[in-house]
């Protein structure tokens, strides 16, 4: 083969090797993950589960090893919480939760319970809260509402302390219930969540 047509033959295998060269796709702008490679976050309609509803159920109190089952009765409020778009805040009726016990959602009808402490009402001399450590709750499409709650309440009266270990669950609708105005139903469907706390509390021996 002469020189020339060697050069001619190389100089078409070197342009085909560059044009058959693949080149990486070319993204979008609108399709370049955020910075990081980190996801944005998911948000959920908190409307789904805000609301006030009138719920019953039960609590459950562990004292010294001994377990105790009573029934309570009384109104949840779940609001939205401007400082995030996930967070809720959660208030009990009968108690001066303050901006109430802090949850967040985890699903389109769910949430979980953050924490939150709620004092109450005791007798002079003495001081006693609630403190929710966390829980969940649910509103499922059909306006079904489920509320758990996990947590302790402590009293002190002078030097004496006491404290006791609760798991509140609860359901109910938001087509609201009247308050119970009689002794049956006070035993059937049980007192506020305040009062039923505040009488277990006092039951430890340590007020005056």
Not at 10 to 26: F, K, M, N, S, T
Not at 100 to 113: C, H, K, L, P, Q
Not at 170 to 182: C, E, R, V
Request: glycine share 14%; net charge negative; aromatic share 4%.
């Amino acid at each position: 083969m002469s020189r020339s047509r060697v050069l001619w033959v190389v100089g078409l295998l070197a342009l085909g090797a560059c044009g058959g060269e693949d080149r990486e796709p070319q993204e979008e702008p609108g399709n370049r993950p955020p910075p990081g490679g980190s996801n944005p976050p998911v948000t959920y309609q908190r409307s789904n589960v805000t609301g006030t509803y009138a719920v019953t159920g039960t609590l459950r109190t562990t004292l010294q090893g001994r377990d105790n089952t009573v029934n309570v009765r009384d109104t949840i409020t779940v609001s939205e919480n401007t400082g995030g778009l996930n967070l809720l805040n959660v208030n009990v009726s009968s108690m001066n939760c303050g901006v109430g016990i802090r949850a967040t959602m985890n699903g389109e009808r769910t949430f979980d319970v953050v924490g939150g402490t709620c004092p109450m009402s005791t007798d002079p001399g003495c001081t006693a809260s609630m403190k929710v450590n966390d829980g969940s709750g649910s509103r499922d499409a059909g306006g079904a509402f489920q509320l758990e709650l996990r947590g302790d309440v402590s009293m002190t009266c002078g030097t004496a302390s006491s404290s006791l270990v609760f798991v509140m669950k609860l359901a109910g609708t938001s087509s609201g219930l009247s308050a119970p105005d009689t002794t049956f139903e006070k035993l059937s469907l049980g007192a506020s969540i305040s009062d039923t706390l505040g009488l277990l509390s006092t039951d430890t021996g340590h007020t005056p």
